[in-house]
C-alpha cells in the first residue's frame, strides 16, 4: 500500500505523475488548506505559478451537506438546477445561503493570500489539487469554479483515492490523476504517516515561497543575489568507486544550503523517517539529497552495513559530487544521519579536508566514530529519545568526546525510531533549526572582481 509522510511528500510522488504539463502554460491550485501544501510540490515540480481554489458549498438549508452549488471569487457562481427544483429551495432561500457563504469565502480568500493578487485562470490549463479525494464533492466544486473562470483545460489530481473515483466525478475535469487508488479505502488519513491538520500560516507559508520561487526564476538570482541552483525534485544516479547508487535530490527555490542524509542501518533513500524530515528542511528553504550508502552488490554482505569506514568513505564520495556540481557547489553542505549513518557523518566530518558546516544526529550511534569524534570541526546536534535509555547513554559519553559546538537535545517520550506521536515532529524542527542557524552563517558573501 502507497504511503505518504506527510503531505509535502504526496505532492513530490504526485508530480511524478503530471511531468507531461512541464513547459506548458499552467497553474496550479490547491484546495485550502490540506491541499495546498500537496500542490505545492506539484508547483515546484513543474515549475508553475500556485494559488489557493477558494470554493463554498452552497448546501440546501435543510441539509447543508447537499450541495445545490458552489460559489468562487469574483462572484464566480454555479447553480446546480437539479438539487434546487427537487429540494424545493426558493429563490430567497437560496440567496440567504450563498450570502453567508459569500462572506466566509471572502474572508478566507483575504486571510490566505495577505494581499497578494489572484492568479487569472482564464485561457490557461490548470491543475486542481486536494490532498485526497473522499466524496468529490469539493473537488467538483474547485474544477466548476475554474471552469466558471475560464480555465481552459482542468487536471484533478489528488494522491489518493478511492477505486473509480473518476467515474463520481465525470465530467468536472478533461484528466484525472491519481497517485494511488487502493481498494481497501475507508480515510485519507489512512495513507498519510502526518496528516496534521493543515494551518492558515501553512497555506500563507507555501503561497509566499511560491512566489519568491518565480521572482528568483525570473531575476536568474539565488542566495543573496547569486546564480542559485534550479528548482528540482528527482530521483538521480549517482556514479561510486565500487558501481552506482541510487539517491532522491530536492532542491527548493532559492535554496539556501543543503542537507545530505545517511541512512541507518537495515534502511534506504526511501525511509519515511528521513524523507519526513527532509519536507521539513524543503518547507526551510534547505536543499536535500537523500541517497543509498551502499551498491546493489555491497548490500548483499550485512557486515557493510555497520562498516562506518565504508560508509563515510560513501558520503564523502557523494559530497564531492555535490561540490563538483556547478549548480549545488554554491550551497553550504550539512549532514544529516540517523543510527549507523550518524556515526558515518561525524566520521566523514572529522576529515581533515571536510568543509561540512553543520552535523545532525538523530537516533544516532555516534560511539561508533570512536576516537574521530574529538576531530569534528562542525557544529554537532545529537537528537535522542528519552525513553532509548541506552542509545542515551552512548550519546552522552560520545557528547564528552566532541571538542566542536555542541548540544544534546533529549525529545521526552521518544524511543529509538521516533515513532511516538509528534516526537519525529519534534526531532525534525530541531534538526532544522540547526542547519539554518549554521548554514546560513556558511553563505559566501559576494565578491566583485576588478
Request: glycine share 10%; charged share 25%.
Amino acid at each position: 500500500m502507497m504511503r505518504f509522510a506527510n503531505r509535502t511528500d504526496a505532492g513530490r510522488q504526485l508530480a511524478e505523475h503530471l511531468q507531461h504539463l512541464r513547459d506548458r502554460d499552467v497553474v496550479v491550485v490547491g484546495l485550502p488548506r490540506g491541499g495546498v501544501p500537496v500542490a505545492a510540490g506539484v508547483a515546484e515540480s513543474l515549475g508553475a505559478e500556485l494559488d489557493v481554489i477558494v470554493v463554498r458549498k452552497v448546501g440546501v438549508p435543510f441539509q447543508p451537506e447537499l450541495a445545490m452549488g458552489a460559489i468562487g471569487e469574483d462572484g464566480v457562481r454555479v447553480v446546480n438546477d437539479d438539487v434546487v427544483r427537487r429540494a424545493g429551495v426558493s429563490d430567497r432561500e437560496y440567496a440567504a445561503v450563498e450570502r453567508v457563504e459569500r462572506a466566509e469565502l471572502e474572508r478566507r480568500a483575504e486571510r490566505f493570500r495577505g494581499g497578494r493578487r489572484r492568479i487569472p485562470l482564464a485561457g490557461r490549463d490548470v491543475v486542481v489539487v486536494d490532498d485526497g479525494v473522499a466524496t468529490g464533492s469539493t473537488a467538483r466544486a474547485a474544477c466548476e469554479v475554474a471552469r466558471a473562470q475560464g480555465a481552459r483545460r482542468i487536471v484533478l489530481a489528488t494522491p489518493v483515492a478511492p477505486p473509480e473515483w473518476t467515474i463520481r466525478l465525470d465530467g468536472v475535469a478533461d484528466d484525472y490523476v491519481c497517485a494511488a487508488s487502493p481498494e481497501a479505502f475507508w480515510a485519507i488519513g489512512q495513507f498519510y504517516d502526518d496528516f496534521t491538520q493543515t494551518t492558515d500560516h501553512e497555506v500563507m507559508e507555501c503561497l509566499r515561497r511560491a512566489e519568491a520561487r518565480l521572482a528568483g526564476r525570473d531575476a536568474g538570482e539565488g542566495p543573496a543575489g547569486r546564480l542559485g541552483p534550479r528548482p528540482r525534485d528527482e530521483e538521480i544516479r549517482l556514479t561510486v568507486a565500487s558501481g552506482h547508487v541510487g539517491g532522491h535530490l530536492s532542491v527548493p527555490g532559492q535554496a539556501t544550503g543543503l542537507v545530505v542524509f545517511a541512512h541507518g542501518s537495515g534502511s534506504s533513500r526511501h525511509s519515511a523517517r528521513n524523507r519526513y524530515v527532509a519536507s521539513v528542511l524543503g518547507e526551510a528553504g534547505l536543499a536535500t539529497l537523500l541517497f543509498d550508502l551502499l551498491t546493489p552488490e555491497e548490500e548483499h554482505d550485512r557486515a557493510n552495513v555497520f562498516d562506518i569506514d565504508l560508509l563515510a568513505g560513501r558520503l564523502q564520495e557523494v559530497t564531492a559530487w555535490v561540490g563538483g556540481s556547478a549548480e549545488l557547489g554554491v550551497l553550504p553542505i550539512g549532514y544529516f544521519g540517523a543510527s549507523t549513518g550518524a556515526a558515518a557523518a561525524l566520521w566523514a566530518a572529522a576529515d581533515a579536508c571536510s568543509e561540512v558546516a553543520a552535523v545532525v544526529s538523530r537516533g544516532g550511534r555516534p560511539d561508533l566514530a570512536g576516537s574521530r569524534l574529538g576531530a569534528v570541526r562542525a557544529p554537532t546536534l545529537l537528537i535522542v529519545g528519552g525513553r532509548d535509555d541506552v542509545v542515551l547513554q552512548l550519546n552522552r559519553e560520545a557528547e564528552a568526546k566532541l571538542r566542536c559546538e555542541h548540544q544534546l537535545s533529549v525529545v521526552p517520550g521518544a524511543t529509538h525510531l521516533f515513532a511516538e506521536p509528534g516526537t519525529l515532529q519534534v526531532a525534525a524542527e530541531l534538526a532544522r533549526d540547526w542547519f539554518l542557524a549554521h548554514l546560513d552563517a556558511c553563505q559566501p558573501s559576494d565578491t566583485q572582481t576588478a
